[in-house]
C-alpha cells in the first residue's frame, strides 16, 4: 500500500520560513528521503535577507549579495517555488499563488494543496498618509533599497558638488529619516558615517555641510535598549551635529519640502521611511484567525489558536511570552524571537507528525545591540550596559553568529578584515537600477510609424506643409 506523504507548506522565505524549513529538513530527512513527506516553500524572492546587516551594506562594509542566503542552496532538499501566496483558505488546506510565469501563462494563479501550513511572510513598511511620502519617500526594509539608498546618497552628493544654485545644494544635502527604531537610526548613523567620510572627496562640500535629520514621534529613541541608552545615543547623535527631533511627526513632504509637526521646514530630495511595520497582507486574506492588530492569534506551542495543522511564529504571529511577568503580553516580532521560534515551530511540527508531545516556546528577552556607524554603537545587554566601541564590537559579534551558513559568516568576516585595512569604497552604480538604459540611447528612438507619416506627418515628425 502506498501511503501519501506529508505536504507541508511554508509561505514566506524570511527567518522563520527559511530557519523552519532548514530544521524541518534535518528533523524529517529520513522521511524526505523515502518520499513520505514534502516540503513545499512558497516566497516572493529566492534568497533571505539578514537584516540586521542592511545598514552596514548601504554603509558599504558589506558587499549585497553576502547580506543574502540563497534558498536553493541552503534548502536542498525543500521545493522553492518563487511567487506570492495571495489567499489561504484553511479549510480547504489550498493555498493561491501568483508565480513568476502567471501572467506569461494567462492561466491565472496556481493552487497549492497541503496537510500542514506554516505561515511566515513576515512584514511590510507601515506607510501612513503623509502627502508626498508616496511620490518621494524611500523604505529600508530590503537590500534593493539599502543599496539604492547609499546610490542615492552619493549620487546626492554629485548633485551638490556641480550645481550653482544654492537652493538645490542645500536640498540635496539634507537627509529626513522619520523613524527613531532600529532600522532608522542604525541606517542614518552608518550613513551619515560613510558620507561624512566621502565628503573629504568632494573638493567643494565639508562634512558640516551635510544636514541630518531624525525624526521620531514619540519622546525616546531606540527603546530596546532602556531608558538611559536611548538618551546617551541622542546625546552621541547630536554630537555629531545631526538634529534630533522628539516628539515630532512629518506632516507632508510634498514638492520635496518635509514638513514637521512642529512647524520646520526642511527642502530635501531624501526622505526615508522607517516608521514602523505592518503583517503581509496575505494574512488578511486567510481563514485564520487574528488579533486587534491583524497578527495571527497564536498559542505558546506556536499554533494557530483554535486551529490544526496550522503554525506561525514571528512578525505575522502573536505568541505570548510565557516568561513575562505580566499577563498577557507577546513576543516583540524581531529576529532574537524569531530565529528561536523558528526552530521550536520546527521541532514541535516534527513532534506533531510523530505523535509525540509539544513543548511551549519560552525565551527570556536577552537584550538589544545597536550599531550607531563605524566603532560607535550601543548595547544593553543581561542587565550591563554598554557604549562606543565594546557595544559596536559586540554587535557585529553577535549578528556574524547569527547570519546563517559558515559560507556568509566567512564572508561578512573576511569582508570586515579588509575593510580595516583599506579605504572605504565611495562609488555610486546607480546606473544598476536602469541597467538598460546606455543600449536604449544607444539604439535612438524608435523608427516613425508608416500609417502615422501617410496621414499628414513627415519621417521627422513634423506636419505637412500645404
Excluded at 546617551?232 to 538634529?243: P, S
Excluded at 506551542?301 to 502573536?318: I, Q, R
Excluded at 510523530?354 to 560607535?376: C, D, E, F, T
Excluded at 569604497?425 to 539604439?443: D, M, N, Q, T, Y
Amino acid at each position: 500500500m502506498v501511503t501519501e506523504p506529508v505536504r507541508i507548506l511554508v509561505v514566506g522565505g524570511g527567518y522563520v520560513g527559511m530557519y523552519t524549513a532548514l530544521h524541518l529538513q534535518r528533523h524529517l530527512k529520513d522521511r524526505l528521503r523515502s518520499g513520505t513527506a514534502r516540503i513545499t516553500v512558497v516566497t516572493p524572492d529566492p534568497y533571505m535577507t539578514y537584516q540586521p546587516f542592511l545598514p552596514e551594506a548601504a554603509a558599504g562594509n558589506i558587499s549585497p549579495r553576502h547580506v543574502v542566503v540563497p534558498l536553493r542552496r541552503v534548502l536542498d532538499r525543500c521545493q522553492i517555488l518563487i511567487g506570492e501566496a495571495t489567499a489561504v483558505d484553511h479549510a480547504k488546506r489550498t493555498a493561491t499563488v501568483t508565480t513568476l510565469a502567471t501572467e506569461e501563462e494567462g492561466a491565472g494563479p496556481v493552487e497549492i494543496s497541503y496537510d500542514e501550513l506554516v505561515i511566515a511572510p513576515g512584514s511590510i513598511s507601515r506607510a501612513l498618509p503623509v502627502p508626498g511620502l508616496a511620490d518621494y519617500g524611500i523604505g529600508f526594509k530590503t537590500v534593493e533599497e539599502a543599496i539604492g539608498l547609499r546610490n542615492h546618497v552619493i549620487e546626492q552628493m554629485d548633485i551638490a558638488s556641480s550645481t550653482r544654485d544654492p537652493a538645490i545644494r542645500d536640498a540635496a544635502l539634507t537627509f529626513v529619516f522619520v523613524g527613531g527604531g532600529y532600522a532608522g537610526v542604525e541606517a542614518l548613523g552608518e550613513l551619515e558615517d560613510m558620507a561624512r567620510y566621502t565628503a573629504r572627496y568632494y573638493h567643494n562640500i565639508k562634512p558640516e555641510d551635510l544636514k541630518w535629520v531624525l525624526v521620531e514621534a514619540t519622546n525616546r529613541i531606540l527603546p530596546e535598549v532602556g531608558e538611559d541608552m536611548g538618551r546617551y545615543t541622542v546625546r552621541e547623535l547630536r554630537a555629531r551635529n545631526i538634529d534630533v527631533r522628539l516628539e515630532t511627526r512629518l506632516e507632508s513632504c510634498e514638492g520635496r519640502v518635509a514638513v514637521l509637526s512642529d512647524g520646520t521646514r526642511f527642502p530635501t530630495r531624501t526622505v526615508v521611511w522607517t516608521a514602523g511595520v505592518k503583517p503581509a497582507p496575505v494574512l488578511a486574506a486567510t481563514d485564520l484567525p487574528r488579533n486587534e492588530r491583524g497578527r495571527l492569534s497564536c498559542t505558546p506551542f506556536l499554533t494557530v489558536k483554535g486551529v490544526e495543522h496550522a503554525w506561525a511564529a514571528g512578525d505575522a504571529a502573536a505568541v505570548p511570552d510565557v516568561t513575562a511577568e505580566e499577563e498577557g503580553r507577546e513576543c516583540a516580532p524581531n529576529a532574537q524571537h524569531a530565529v528561536r521560534q523558528a526552530k521550536a515551530l520546527a521541532e514541535n511540527l516534527a513532534a506533531s507528525l510523530q505523535g509525540r508531545p509539544l513543548k511551549p516556546y519560552a525565551h527570556k528577552y536577552a537584550g538589544s545591540v545597536a550599531s550607531l556607524g563605524l566603532h560607535k554603537g550601543v548595547a544593553h545587554i543581561y542587565g550591563r550596559k554598554l557604549k562606543g566601541y565594546p557595544a559596536w564590537f559586540m554587535h557585529r559579534a553577535y549578528h556574524l553568529s547569527r547570519v546563517p551558513t559558515f559560507n556568509r559568516k566567512a564572508r561578512v568576516l573576511a569582508e570586515w578584515t579588509l575593510a580595516g585595512l583599506f579605504k572605504r569604497e565611495i562609488v555610486s552604480l546607480g546606473s544598476l537600477e536602469h541597467p538598460r538604459a546606455e543600449f536604449e540611447l544607444a539604439a535612438g528612438p524608435p523608427p516613425p510609424d508608416p500609417d502615422e507619416v501617410a496621414e499628414g506627418g513627415t519621417a521627422d515628425g513634423a506636419p505637412k506643409s500645404d
